[in-house]
């Protein structure tokens, strides 16, 4: 069955760097929509940044020039490399997978498979 493991979540303060990864088994990894989203206490769930299978990928306008997906197909490795850390950053993050990503792959509405995500703390 598909499954997909986070890691590389912890405290971090301001400024400061994470990569987290997301681990991928059970489903064709090169063909899939994967994206990351983040969820932060009495918050909804926001698309932080997505890949198409081809390659093409999107941030949220609130992370753009800080947060970078990225990929690799051989060790099916889904990765978000986070940079300038800021407060706001605080919340639980979580890897997804879609065999089809209608829009940006940045809405909640287009994937069906949901890691269990990892904790990111940022803190002034």
């Known amino acids: 069955q598909v499954q997909l493991v986070e890691s590389g979540g912890g405290s971090v303060q301001v400024g400061g760097s994470l990569r987290l990864s997301c681990a991928a088994s059970?489903?064709?990894?090169?063909?899939?929509?994967m994206g990351w989203f983040r969820q932060a206490p009495g918050k909804e769930r926001e698309g932080v940044a997505a890949?198409?299978?081809?390659?093409?990928?999107s941030h949220a306008d609130s992370v753009r020039g800080r947060f970078t997906i990225s990929k690799d197909n051989a060790k099916n490795t889904l990765y978000l490399q986070m940079n300038s850390l800021k407060p706001e950053d605080t919340a639980m993050y979580y890897c997804?997978?879609?065999?089809?990503?209608?829009?940006?792959?940045?809405?909640?509405?287009?994937?069906?498979?949901w890691g269990q995500g990892t904790q990111v703390t940022v803190s002034s």
């Open positions: 059970g489903f064709t990894y090169s063909s899939y929509c």
């Open positions: 997804a997978a879609s065999d089809y990503c209608p829009d940006n792959g940045l809405g909640t509405h287009e994937y069906n498979y």
């Open positions: 890949m198409d299978s081809d390659g093409t990928t």
